[in-house]
């Protein structure tokens, strides 16, 4: 839960400071604008329109996906979700810190959150380029045609992370700013990167 | 919610004649009414667009990008009176965009941001009337002009149409994500944020159709599931959307330069309507 302050509103840029001060309570609130969760919302529910689709045309076809699935590399795809859930893990460390005050902790915590989805965004273009090397492209057959499409849709989403994430750096980096409510905004758009990659990783690379 | 609780404070009472006599009453006495107006073609448009486009020529939901050339000659048979009648009223009633743009560049002036916002949106949504309407009306009108032209042809403007109705992507792309920059930037509180993240949700199906450029069966073909149905879903709801909440921006527009007025509910119009009385009664 955010802190709110004691009328009820939710902090801004300046207050921070002092509500770092004061313990946590225990109200209604989310985390963040309420509107992240909204978009969060808008986006669980599109991407579980893709995982029907996805799992409907497996369905129709499983000998292929199977085949298919043995492609890819299960290391290189539990290597992501490690990085990835080491991310979330940093920018709930940095929202932490940003509660308590301690900006220079959080700002840390933020780089090493971007330094982390750098890492995956290599490792998932080395992949890329790894499957493409062994002959199987987006158009190779209907399980690369998924496969490409939810690991790119999705690898958009980190790179508008990163504006989310500078925007968060913005916000730390000056005492005039700092608002609670935009960093907690940025970890939450973070955290759904996060929670859509699960998923995908365990269709394409752990569902047999 | 009371949509009349803000303008009611503005207006005076409008009179209960006939709806000649009461269109007439607001387009002398109501300040919003060129907004009004916008508003409205934008709701005729939008349920003329549905009608014609699904029901009348009944070109969408897009027909397979994999028939061979004798089956989109069938095609063109079947529906050949619905495309010439419904693609002329189409060309009839393409102006209609221009209050509908105009309305939704006034939504963006009325925000606290620069007026390169609603000028770019302006100059994107116009330009995506000529491949994403214009192209694709004139090829498939052309294409059921003459049914005895080679199939060949025909079948080149049956892709030639398509393509160009899935090549307004990267214009409504763009257009998304100013509108969605405008009202992160905006102080006027013109549209609530969640709908800024709406439009990046909206912006992000629009890569989703690029597929359809390399494939012409399965769900990333312009007719799959991906590449059009769930991206429908997604326009249909936020086209939705943004009516309600033009609307509503303009139930709120008090022609200032601040934030916009929040609606009140009638409860708390009619508080304020007892104010003044409590106070001078104090007073007195």
Same mark, same amino acid.
């Given at each position: *839960?955010?802190?709110?302050?004691?009328?009820?509103?939710?902090?801004? !840029?300046?207050?921070?400071?002092?509500?770092?001060?004061?313990?946590?309570?225990?109200?209604?609130? +989310?985390?963040?604008?309420?509107?992240m @969760? /909204?978009?969060?919302?808008?986006?669980?529910?599109?991407?579980?329109?893709?995982?029907?689709?996805?799992?409907?045309?497996?369905?129709?076809?499983?000998? =292929?996906?199977?085949?298919?699935?043995?492609?890819?590399?299960?290391?290189?795809g539990?290597?992501n979700?490690?990085?990835?859930? $080491?991310?979330?893990?940093?920018?709930?460390?940095?929202?932490?810190?940003?509660?308590?005050?301690?900006?220079?902790?959080?700002?840390?915590?933020?780089?090493?959150?971007?330094?982390?989805? %750098?890492?995956?965004?290599v490792?998932?273009?080395?992949?890329?380029?790894?499957?493409?090397?062994?002959?199987?492209?987006?158009?190779?057959?209907? %399980? %690369?045609?998924?496969?490409?499409?939810?690991?790119a849709?999705?690898?958009?989403?980190?790179?508008?992370?990163?504006?989310?994430? !500078?925007?968060?750096?913005?916000?730390?980096?000056?005492? &005039?700013?700092?608002?609670?409510?935009?960093?907690?905004?940025?970890?939450?758009?973070?955290?759904?990167?996060?929670?859509?990659?699960?998923?995908?990783?365990?269709?394409?690379?752990?569902?047999? | *919610?009371? /949509?009349?609780?803000?303008?009611? !404070?503005?207006?005076?009472? &409008?009179?209960?004649?006939?709806?000649?006599?009461?269109?007439?009453?607001?387009?002398?006495?109501?300040?919003?009414?060129e907004?009004?107006?916008?508003?409205?073609?934008?709701?005729?448009?939008?349920n003329?667009?549905?009608?014609?486009?699904f029901?009348?020529?009944?070109?969408?939901?897009?027909?397979?990008?994999?028939?061979?050339?004798?089956?989109? +000659?069938?095609?063109?048979?079947?529906?050949?009176?619905?495309?010439?009648?419904?693609? &002329?009223?189409?060309?009839?009633?393409?102006?209609?965009?221009?209050?509908?743009?105009?309305?939704?560049?006034?939504?963006?002036?009325? *925000?606290?941001?620069?007026?390169?916002?609603?000028?770019?949106?302006?100059?994107?949504?116009?330009?995506?009337?000529?491949?994403?309407m214009?192209?694709?009306?004139?090829?498939?009108?052309?294409? &059921?002009?003459?049914?005895?032209?080679?199939?060949?042809?025909?079948?080149?403007?049956?892709?030639?149409?398509?393509?160009?109705?899935?090549?307004?992507?990267?214009?409504?792309?763009?257009?998304?994500l100013? @509108?969605?920059?405008?009202?992160?930037?905006?102080?006027?509180? +013109?549209?609530?944020?969640?709908?800024?993240?709406?439009?990046?949700?909206?912006?992000? $199906?629009?890569?989703?159709?690029?597929p359809?450029?390399?494939?012409?069966r399965?769900?990333?073909?312009?007719?799959?599931a991906?590449?059009?149905?769930?991206?429908?879903?997604?326009?249909?709801?936020?086209?939705?959307?943004?009516?309600?909440?033009?609307?509503?921006?303009?139930?709120?527009?008090?022609? !200032?330069?601040g934030?916009?007025?929040? =609606?009140?509910?009638?409860?708390e119009?009619?508080?304020? /309507?007892?104010?003044?009385?409590?106070? *001078?009664?104090? /007073?007195?």
């Amino acid at each position: *839960m955010t802190n709110v302050a004691s009328d009820g509103s939710r902090p801004r !840029g300046g207050d921070v400071q002092s509500l770092a001060d004061e313990p946590a309570e225990a109200t209604g609130y +989310v985390p963040g604008q309420p509107d992240m @969760w /909204a978009f969060v919302l808008f986006e669980a529910f599109l991407f579980t329109g893709y995982f029907v689709v996805y799992m409907v045309c497996r369905i129709q076809n499983p000998e =292929l996906y199977l085949q298919s699935q043995a492609q890819l590399d299960l290391r290189i795809g539990t290597f992501n979700t490690f990085v990835l859930l $080491t991310s979330s893990w940093s920018v709930a460390r940095c929202v932490q810190s940003a509660r308590e005050g301690e900006f220079r902790s959080a700002l840390t915590n933020v780089f090493l959150t971007i330094l982390f989805g %750098f890492v995956f965004l290599v490792s998932k273009l080395l992949e890329w380029a790894h499957e493409i090397g062994k002959g199987f492209g987006f158009s190779s057959n209907e %399980f %690369f045609s998924f496969y490409y499409f939810l690991t790119a849709i999705h690898f958009l989403h980190l790179l508008i992370g990163f504006i989310v994430l !500078g925007v968060v750096v913005h916000q730390l980096w000056s005492p &005039a700013r700092r608002s609670q409510e935009l960093v907690e905004t940025g970890a939450t758009y973070w955290h759904t990167i996060d929670f859509l990659w699960v998923i995908i990783f365990a269709l394409l690379y752990v569902m047999r | *919610m009371s /949509a009349a609780a803000t303008e009611a !404070g503005t207006l005076p009472d &409008a009179p209960s004649g006939s709806l000649l006599h009461r269109i007439v009453w607001h387009w002398r006495h109501n300040p919003k009414w060129e907004l009004w107006f916008a508003w409205w073609m934008m709701v005729v448009f939008y349920n003329l667009y549905g009608v014609l486009f699904f029901m009348v020529t009944r070109v969408q939901p897009p027909p397979p990008a994999w028939l061979d050339a004798s089956s989109v +000659v069938q095609w063109f048979d079947d529906r050949h009176q619905g495309l010439l009648v419904g693609f &002329a009223i189409v060309f009839l009633i393409t102006g209609f965009i221009v209050p509908t743009n105009a309305l939704l560049a006034y939504s963006m002036r009325r *925000m606290s941001v620069s007026r390169a916002f609603p000028y770019s949106y302006l100059v994107i949504y116009s330009m995506s009337a000529v491949p994403g309407m214009l192209l694709t009306c004139v090829a498939l009108t052309v294409g &059921a002009m003459r049914p005895d032209r080679d199939p060949e042809l025909i079948h080149w403007l049956y892709d030639f149409a398509f393509m160009a109705f899935d090549g307004t992507m990267g214009v409504f792309l763009i257009g998304s994500l100013v @509108w969605m920059l405008a009202i992160l930037l905006d102080e006027n509180r +013109v549209f609530p944020k969640w709908f800024a993240y709406l439009n990046l949700c909206n912006a992000l $199906t629009e890569v989703v159709v690029s597929p359809a450029w390399i494939f012409k069966r399965g769900v990333f073909a312009w007719d799959g599931a991906i590449t059009w149905w769930i991206d429908m879903v997604v326009f249909v709801i936020y086209t939705t959307v943004f009516i309600t909440l033009l609307r509503r921006m303009i139930v709120r527009e008090d022609f !200032g330069t601040g934030p916009l007025p929040e =609606l009140r509910t009638e409860e708390e119009a009619a508080e304020d /309507a007892r104010k003044p009385s409590v106070s *001078m009664g104090t /007073a007195r």
